[in-house]
Antibody
Framework: QVQLVESGGGVVQPGGSLRLSCAAS????????MHWVRQAPGKGLEWVAF????????YYADSVKGRFTISRDTSTNTLYLQMNSLRGEDTAVYYC???????????WGQGTLVTVSS | DIQMTQSPSTLSASVGDRVTITCRAS??????LAWYQQKPGKAPNLLIY???TLESGVPSRFSGSGSGTEFTLTISSLQPDDFATYYC?????????FGGGTKVEIK
């Protein structure tokens, strides 16, 4: 069955960097579009980034463009989110999800918490 | 970006009640709308896509309707497992956006 397992969250200082990982199983990331969606504590959901099934195009929310990079490793079936120049407003649970663009999200990971604080 | 507005933000209801949540888009999104349920500490779960298509495994008491700019999620008879927060999401454009959420509480 489809499973998504995120890792890599933690506490980081403002201006710092962090890389999130999402291990996929039950399907191939080379045949599915993948997204990152985040949720600040007590707040709603915000789409962050997308990578096409063939890795040819990436899309980002304006709030993270130029600071975050989505990528994948098809040999390990893993999705990544490299986050640089982190700010307090980036504090959130980050979810790895599967879906197209435009599209909806049919499978979600359990999420990993990123806290940006000094 | 397309703005999505949900109402109400909180809803108090009893088991067995019929519940309706509304989602409005700032511009027409045809039927490119999904609904999710989220319980505390858990990831969202897809309920409905393309405005009215029920995801496999979702109970038939959930239904969706609407097109253009106005959409509704209806729970025909609220069950104890349904107390949660519900989000709509548009996928008419490449910049995907969610509504602010509707929390369904026990009355």
């Amino acid at each position: 069955q489809v499973q998504l397992v995120e890792s890599g969250g933690g506490v980081v200082q403002p201006g710092g960097s962090l890389r999130l990982s999402c291990a996929a199983s039950g399907f191939s990331v080379s045949s599915s579009g993948m997204h990152w969606v985040r949720q600040a504590p007590g707040k709603g959901l915000e789409w962050v980034a997308f990578i096409r099934y063939d890795g040819s195009n990436n899309y980002y929310a304006d709030s993270v463009k130029g600071r975050f990079t989505i990528s994948r490793d098809t040999s390990t079936n893993t999705l990544y989110l490299q986050m640089n120049s982190l700010r307090g407003e980036d504090t959130a649970v980050y979810y790895c999800t599967r879906g197209g663009l435009p599209g909806y999200f049919d499978y979600w990971g359990q999420g990993t918490l990123v806290t940006v604080s000094s | 970006d397309i703005q999505m507005t949900q109402s109400p933000s909180t809803l108090s209801a009893s088991v067995g009640d019929r519940v309706t949540i509304t989602c409005r888009a700032s511009q027409s999104i045809s039927s490119w709308l999904a609904w999710y349920q989220q319980k505390p500490g858990k990831a969202p779960n897809l309920l409905i896509y393309k405005a009215s298509t029920l995801e496999s495994g979702v109970p038939s008491r959930f239904s969706g309707s609407g097109s253009g700019t106005e959409f509704t999620l209806t729970i025909s008879s609220l069950q104890p497992d349904d107390f949660a927060t519900y989000y709509c999401q548009q996928y008419n454009s490449y910049f995907l956006t969610f509504g602010g959420g509707t929390k369904v509480e026990i009355k």
